[in-house]
């Protein structure tokens, strides 16, 4: 697997992706090419039995399968020069995304020095008497935030550490007048739907440390504070 990231080691990456150099074999000894193909098809026309030559359909039908395997070897080759390319495409956008902040389904994020933390509930009917918990990295609460009745659909928020933005309305939380410090938190949404408290799903965004391209070409984010996520996983680029 290759590793991306925002130093010159992605023209390495780049340059281990080339078909050229990654998927050119040997050429095998064994193999029967065109030239010798055809050399061996007029020895065998040279030195047949007059009185009972080879009919010409057989001729036909073995120049026939020659251009039929050696049209699968082309097209083969041409496939494998497209995937080459496709994946060489792949780390170009790999590489713009480090430093990038996404959203991604996950309870648990990194709050930077001076950063912000945006992150979504998706609510699947409306709920009543709502909060968000935020813990630190030690499981201490740090912020506990009332949000009331909210109605069905998407709910948005912004955390800096101190001011607490829901749906573009800030709002008072319950936890220290100071700033908490940088670091890594886990956040817990709580709602009353259908009579019944429960702990709702939450995606957080993250900023994009490195990415990781797989033989198969499949992209896996690596972010800080969250760990490896495919790049299929990503709601949102921020």
């Known amino acids: 697997m290759s590793q991306v990231n925002n130093d010159p080691s992605v023209n390495s990456v780049l340059s281990n992706l080339n078909v050229a150099n990654k998927n050119k074999d040997d050429e095998k000894p064994n193999e029967m090419g065109q030239s010798a193909f055809l050399e061996l098809m007029i020895t065998q026309m040279n030195n047949q039995d007059p009185l009972s030559p080879q009919d010409n359909t057989e001729f036909i039908a073995q120049l026939a399968q020659f251009s039929s395997v050696e049209g699968l070897e082309r097209l083969n080759s041409n496939f494998e020069d497209f995937s080459g390319s496709f994946m060489s495409n792949q780390a170009l956008q790999a590489s713009s995304l480090v430093g990038r902040s996404v959203t991604v389904?996950?309870?648990?994020?990194?709050?930077?020095?001076?950063?912000?933390?945006?992150?979504?509930?998706?609510?699947?009917?409306?709920?009543?008497?709502?909060?968000?918990?935020?813990?630190?990295?030690?499981?201490?609460?740090?912020?506990?935030?009332p949000m009331g009745a909210q109605p069905a659909g998407e709910l948005a928020f912004r955390w800096d550490g101190q001011n607490m933005e829901v749906n573009g309305e800030l709002l008072k939380w319950q936890g220290g007048?100071?700033?908490?410090?940088?670091?890594?938190?886990?956040?817990?949404a709580i709602a009353t739907q259908n009579g019944e408290s429960q702990q709702l799903d939450t995606a957080l965004s993250a900023n994009v440390n490195s990415v990781t391209l797989g033989d198969d070409g499949q992209l896996t984010?690596?972010?800080?504070?969250?760990?490896?996520?495919n790049l299929g996983d990503v709601k949102q680029f921020n």
């Open 105 to 145: 389904p996950t309870e648990s994020t990194q709050l930077l020095e001076g950063g912000i933390v945006n992150g979504s509930v998706d609510l699947e009917s409306s709920a009543g008497d709502m909060r968000l918990n935020i813990y630190d990295d030690k499981g201490a609460l740090v912020a506990n935030v």
């Open 177 to 188: 007048e100071e700033p908490v410090a940088p670091g890594e938190y886990r956040f817990e």
């Open 221 to 229: 984010l690596n972010l800080a504070g969250v760990g490896a996520v």
